[in-house]
């Protein structure tokens, strides 16, 4: 969740890590830090709030230096104040850290620090590492920093300086994210290559228990036992331009408009001439699938969402049963896995920490994994078997919009691919599927021609204290998403529900003017889904129905219909979302709140 930046190099130290910084806000924070050498004494500034009150801060006294670090802080240990912000040192300030994850063992550290004296200032578990260099440094940083290394438990990425290496910086990755780009004497470590493209395109991806040291223009990389490691940069070709706003208000009204491109991107990727799906990063054969009895689909939030549907597609094409499920329940529930089971990760930025921590528990029961992620290098993608880049590009705002469309894609390519080989469903079908996901792109730019309509139904419902989203089948599955839009970034309270469940408790909760989102896109269910809106229209219910443009029966039933294009049952989802992600937007706005950065949510959740 937080973020890193550090610098040693040719440039001033504090322009560098602030701009780094200032890239690395969407991933949430609530204060910001940086520690530079200046004058032979390392001066630290670090300020509860945003990016822009260290920014006052610096424009009042600059800070002047070629090596420091920086740090954007999302409260775990400790309240969100100055003091608590990053980065934290040693009782003389001769030694600065910044630190992502969590230390579990802080305590018994603790205890052992303050025993031999040492003053904590702060609530955080992250102090106890700037305290634990210190204890061990004797001239010789990267050695101090190796043997606080061993006595850490915990997730931790850390940049550390000391006032005595003015030419030195040592960083560290273990499970929380950390690349190191290089440029002309100079290294850059962040926790995203977003704060380093602007410097250099040449980077190091930091494996786990990786150590990156550089010191008088000399950069080298260890492992934890102090063994060094031989490893190549990577020319990166991404640039910056596809992280700017590109004349929208906001990134999440441009990532919601990037969708026909972005799915035409992750499906003509992987289609070749004869008009067949090619996985080059998934190789799983006939023979491998005929022996998998189990698929398991772990993800969080909203990747979990597409898993839903994706479990639906699996189970159709493949005629597999899946089983969908919450990381961070599934990683504690001992789940039945073994070398007959495949267990299929969705994370947008690959370092989500509960759904790594489920990959390596797999791996370790025998288990096949395969990752479905949008982060080329990430920790997940690293360490699967296979891999599905979605190819959404960098996504800034926190409400997830293009990558959750571009992961049900992904997952039901990977469906079609398996059914395929299989033999679970004809030649004819498959065409007729991969015809009609080709289709998907321009099917979305219809749906994003209603956008006013969808304004209209905005202004009709943002001042709803709850709203519920009703859906059968899939439709139920899409609801979840739907829902979640609409709370987190409105806070209006929304739930969804299974529509067939309402007469067993929830149709309670409707009142007069209650707004209710009816999914109806599943032809078979087309008739259930009418019954259940007319069940809570008659009880007051304001009703916006989003249907097929064949169906316009509904508009018997609902006060406002939003219409998308034919297709098929399964594919439906990846159209009717976009209403409901519009629908959020402009109620956010309406409301006054920061779309792009919602109150206490982060964009990469690396932290349990």
Known sequence: MCGIVGYLGKRNAADVIMDGLAKLEYRGYDSAGIAVLSDKKLDIRKHSGKLAVLAEDLAKDRME??????????????????????????????????????????????????EDGVEFLTQTDSESIAHLVDKYYEGNLLDAVKKTLNRLRGAYALGVIAKDSPNELVAVRKDCPLVAGVGNGELIVASDVTAILSYTKDVYYLDNGEIIHAKDGKIK??????????????????DLETASKGGYDYFMSKEVHEQPAVIKETLERRINDEGTIVLDSINITKEELEKINRIYIVACGTAYHAGLLGKHAIEQFVKVPVIADIASEFRYADPIIDENSLVILVSQSGETADTLSVLREAKKKGARVLSVTNVVGSSIARESDDVFYTWAGPEISVASTKAYTTQIVSLYMIALDFAIKKGSISRAYYDHVLGKMLELPSQVKEVLKGEQQCKSVAEKLYQSASAFYLGRGIDCSLAMEGALKLKEISYIHAEAFAAGELKHGTIALIEKNTPVIAIATQEKLFEKIVSNMQEVRARGAYVISIAEKHNTSVENTADDVIYIPNTDDILAPILAVVPMQLIAYYASILKGCDVDKPRNLAKSVTVE
């Open 65 to 114: 230096g070629n090596l420091g670090i920086g740090h954007t802080r999302w409260a775990t240990h400790g309240e969100p104040t100055d003091v608590n912000s990053h980065p934290h040192f040693n009782k003389d300030k001769s030694i600065a850290i910044v630190h992502n994850g969590i230390i579990e063992n802080y305590m018994e550290l603790r205890e052992e620090l303050v």
């Open 221 to 238: 990389i260890y492992d934890f036992e102090g063994n060094e490691v031989q490893k190549e940069t990577v020319h990166l070709e991404m």
